[in-house]
């Protein structure tokens, strides 16, 4: 009985040693892998992956199997599940050729409007962490769903508005990490 409290003590008191997470800790937390950016060669789909395997090459520039080109690290995601964050779910419209991404699984479930339900693509953040993480944003132009951490690139962040390329703006997808 005695060394039972004796174990008892030395764990409570090992506990409330251990430091609260905070955002210091989300940042340094393991799994975050590179969530792969592609882009299909006849101008229809950008496909994102932390599985470069799926592709085959990783090389800026390259095109690899099926004919997409790498174009770099969009992103950091998560490989499983860390507090604060929210699967990602991956779905392929073979039709018009067009990946697409959403936090919200029940935008399509496990399937519809012709797509279909491929997986998880990683965890990432549902709400902004200050220093740990920033927007993901969503863009559709009628044919490819284009997500970027950089609204440079297709120049708008309103609701509903056209930028470059035709792309629409559709909000933030999450929010992701820069750095592994």
């Not at 060394?3 to 008892?8: N, Q, R, Y």
């Not at 003590?9 to 905070?22: G, S, Y």
């Not at 690899?64 to 174009?71: I, L, Q």
């Not at 998560?78 to 419209?93: C, G």
Request: with cysteine.
């Amino acid at each position: 009985m005695k060394l039972a409290f004796v174990f008892l003590a030395a764990l409570i008191v090992t506990i409330q040693c251990l430091p609260a997470q905070n955002s210091e800790d989300v940042k340094r937390s393991s799994g975050r892998r590179p969530l792969h950016r592609y882009y299909l060669s006849d101008g229809s789909d950008h496909f994102y992956t932390t599985n470069a395997r799926e592709i085959g090459t990783t090389v800026a520039g390259r095109i690899g199997r099926f004919g997409y080109e790498y174009e770099g690290i969009a992103a950091f995601v998560y490989t499983s599940r860390v507090a604060n964050t929210v699967p990602l779910y991956r779905y392929w419209n073979g039709d018009i050729k067009d990946h697409f991404y959403t936090t919200d699984f029940n935008e399509l479930s496990r399937g519809g409007k012709g797509y279909e339900y491929e997986g998880i693509a990683g965890y990432c953040y549902e709400d902004s962490l200050p220093d740990v993480n920033r927007p993901f944003h969503r863009y559709w132009n009628g044919v490819d769903h284009f997500y970027t951490l950089s609204p440079s690139e297709i120049g708008t962040t309103t609701i509903g508005a056209r930028g470059k390329f035709g792309y629409v703006y559709e909000g933030i997808a999450c929010y992701v990490s820069i750095s592994p």
